[in-house]
């Protein structure tokens, strides 16, 4: 009788944790999500029953709602990318911080890792599968943990999963992370993670993701140049386009040299600046008489000199530059 009830009560116990834990992720989870603009997400949480409920003593890596709204995955399909972004255990971004770079993270989808590939602990940066953890410690609670990431994990193109997720590789581990490490540091000498990092925090999401999607390929090209000036658009409409369109439309707003606004605006009016477009150009227009600021290729500047550092510069600007509005040379 006694074991009895003392099994009952073992049973009652971890039921009544269950519960609890389950309303922690609807209630103060999904409302962390939310608070921090992953709005999709916090929605899945917030449906009764959950449309995934992730395990106790896990971390959940959050996709932008940008990398999901136009989306029309079958839900097995959903849950089945929500599970290659959880991992099977707890990590707050300081755990991750102490994690070699090369680390493989076991994820609930069918024992497939991911992998850190990018660990900077003095400028508070990791990568896992080359996506940027750009909101890190959104939620922090007994038995999990959330970090909103820049990208999925796998570069699959969402709309071709129909085919199937199962082609998804799991990611190789490093164990030399010493030469894994040496290798990233050498293709960063401009600070890229760090760029995407403050596109995000600053309100250019969308061009931080655009960025950050052909970073591989500008990273390979730019060995002929250490410094950049960043022209970040509100909105890159051609996040869902193929990767040829979206690598010219990113490097149409970065120009191989580091100017800041009075640089920029010191520039006499018709002066052609070079772009990351091999042989293309944009025209300085100058500031014209009924507006107060900088005009490129018809566009104006309005954050000047958002983040500045020795090697980037980034403004804001009114608009995406038009692709037809490339000057060759």
């Known amino acids: 009788m006694a074991i009895s009830m003392a099994g009952h009560f073992i049973s ?24 921090s603009g992953f709005n999709v997400m916090a929605d899945l949480f917030q449906r009764s029953p959950p ?37 099977t255990s707890m990590a707050s971004m300081e755990d991750l911080l102490e994690k070699p770079q090369g680390s493989c993270i076991p994820t609930l989808f069918r024992h497939k890792n991911v992998a850190i590939t990018k660990v900077d602990p003095r400028e508070r940066l990791v990568e ?26 796998s570069s699959v193109d969402f709309q071709d999963l129909s085919k199937g ?13 010493g030469q894994y490490s040496a290798f990233y540091e050498s293709e960063d000498k401009v600070g890229w993670n760090r760029i995407v990092q403050l596109l995000s925090s600053n309100g250019y999401a969308s061009f931080s993701i655009g960025l950050h999607s052909v970073l591989e390929r500008i990273r390979t090209d730019s060995t002929s140049f250490e410094s950049v000036t960043i022209l970040a658009p509100p909105d890159l409409a051609l996040l869902g386009s193929p990767s040829s369109l979206l690598d ?16 920029l605006a010191s520039l006499p009016t018709r002066t052609l600046v070079k772009t990351l477009i091999s042989d293309e150009y944009l025209e300085i227009e100058g500031v014209p008489d009924f507006i107060s600021m900088l005009v490129i290729n018809g566009v104006e500047i309005v954050a000047p000199d958002i983040s500045i550092s020795d090697k980037f510069v980034i403004h804001g600007i009114s608009e995406a530059l038009k692709m037809d509005a490339l000057i060759t040379t």
């Open 51 to 87: 449309f995934f409920l992730p395990p106790q003593n896990s971390t959940l890596f959050a996709i932008r709602d940008s990398a999901l709204r136009n989306t029309s995955l079958p839900p097995s399909l959903l849950r089945k990318i929500l599970q290659f972004h959880t991992s």
């Open 128 to 153: 896992i599968n080359h996506a940027l953890i750009s909101s890190p410690d959104m939620y922090l609670g007994n038995q999990i943990a959330i970090h909103g990431v820049l990208a999925p994990f």
């Open 248 to 263: 010219r439309a990113v490097r149409l707003h970065i120009l191989p040299q580091r100017l800041t606004y009075r640089e």
């Open 12 to 35: 009652s116990n971890s039921d009544q944790e269950a519960i609890l834990f389950a309303h922690e992720v609807s209630v103060n989870a999904s409302n962390a999500l939310r608070r």
């Open 165 to 177: 997720w199962e082609f998804v590789p799991s990611a190789s581990c490093r164990s030399n992370s």
